[in-house]
């Protein structure tokens, strides 16, 4: 589960970081590493699935016409005298990953809490476990609402365990970079649902998970455990100095 969620976390990277290449050389190895990460993630998945780790999405049942949005309605969610429209497949795929991704994040953050030797660091990691249990919540409450029920295996239990598997350097960037991609699929999911009030609350979760993420970088600042990227020449130095 810790190999798939971070492939995950590989390809959208590799696939912004390529957006961004002019270079030849450049742009051949994040297509290397984007061939790489999808065999692996492709493998991970096959894996829990055989094993029966990993849960499905819920089925619906496939249309047999193609129909077209001829109401404004179909977006309404906040009008109390309006009954709200069930959910389709987009909506729901982006609830199920939403539960999927935030449970095994809280169950290596879980794992994190209780081995980090930094006692800051430790509470931060407890703090992310609740946001986690939170956008759990939420996105369970919007599926039962529409009569569909999920629960989401982790895969694996937290053991009592107080031995770091990696140093809190380690471990804080490995939740930065979760924070990130937690960022960029709630982005996704806003856009791509079209009920106004499951917008609004992937909205609000994703304020949160932004200034969580922010406090995460703050930390390892603190801790002199976040490499600068290189800067763009300070023109306003450059001229004053001369």
């Given at each position: 589960?810790?190999?798939?969620?971070?492939?995950?976390?590989?390809?959208?990277?590799?696939?912004?970081?390529?957006?961004?290449?002019?270079?030849?050389?450049?742009?051949?190895?994040?297509?290397?590493?984007?061939?790489v990460?999808?065999?692996?993630?492709?493998?991970?998945?096959?894996?829990?699935?055989?094993?029966?780790i990993?849960?499905?999405?819920?089925?619906?049942?496939?249309?047999?016409?193609?129909e077209?949005?001829n109401?404004?309605?179909?977006?309404?969610?906040?009008?109390?005298?309006?009954?709200?429209?069930?959910?389709?497949?987009?909506?729901?795929?982006?609830?199920?990953?939403?539960?999927?991704?935030?449970?095994?994040?809280?169950?290596?953050?879980?794992?994190?809490?209780?081995?980090?030797?930094?006692?800051?660091?430790?509470?931060?990691?407890?703090?992310?476990?609740?946001?986690?249990?939170?956008?759990?919540?939420?996105?369970?409450?919007?599926?039962?609402?529409?009569?569909?029920?999920?629960?989401?295996?982790a895969?694996?239990?937290?053991?009592?365990?107080?031995?770091?598997?990696?140093?809190?350097?380690?471990?804080m960037?490995?939740?930065?970079?979760?924070?990130?991609?937690?960022?960029?699929?709630?982005?996704?999911?806003?856009?791509?649902?079209?009920?106004?009030?499951?917008s609004?609350?992937?909205?609000?979760?994703?304020?949160?998970?932004?200034?969580?993420?922010?406090?995460?970088?703050?930390?390892?600042?603190?801790?002199?455990?976040?490499?600068?990227?290189?800067?763009t020449?300070?023109?306003?130095?450059?001229?004053?100095n001369?």
């Open positions: 589960m810790f190999v798939r969620i971070l492939k995950e976390v590989s390809m959208g990277m590799y696939t912004i970081n390529m957006n961004m290449a002019y270079h030849d050389d450049v742009i051949r190895l994040y297509e290397g590493l984007t061939t990460t999808q065999k692996i993630y492709k493998l991970a998945t096959q894996y829990l699935l055989k094993k029966g990993l849960v499905p999405p819920p089925k619906v049942t496939m249309p047999k016409t193609i077209f949005i109401s404004k309605q179909y977006m309404g969610g906040f009008n109390p005298f309006n009954s709200k429209r069930t959910l389709n497949d987009i909506e729901l795929g982006c609830l199920h990953h939403g539960i999927e991704t935030n449970n095994i994040g809280m169950q290596l953050i879980s794992g994190f809490a209780q081995s980090a030797q930094n006692k800051e660091v430790r509470k931060y990691f407890e703090k992310g476990k609740d946001l986690a249990k939170k956008q759990i919540k939420i996105f369970q409450e919007l599926l039962l609402d529409n009569d569909i029920h999920f629960s989401a295996t895969g694996s239990t937290v053991t009592n365990s107080q031995v770091a598997p990696f140093s809190d350097r380690l471990m960037c490995c939740i930065t970079f979760l924070n990130g991609f937690s960022m960029v699929g709630n982005s996704f999911g806003t856009f791509f649902t079209l009920r106004n009030d499951i609004l609350k992937i909205t609000l979760l994703a304020k949160d998970i932004y200034f969580y993420g922010q406090e995460g970088i703050e930390i390892m600042i603190k801790h002199g455990w976040f490499e600068e990227p290189p800067q020449e300070d023109r306003h130095q450059l001229i004053n001369t």
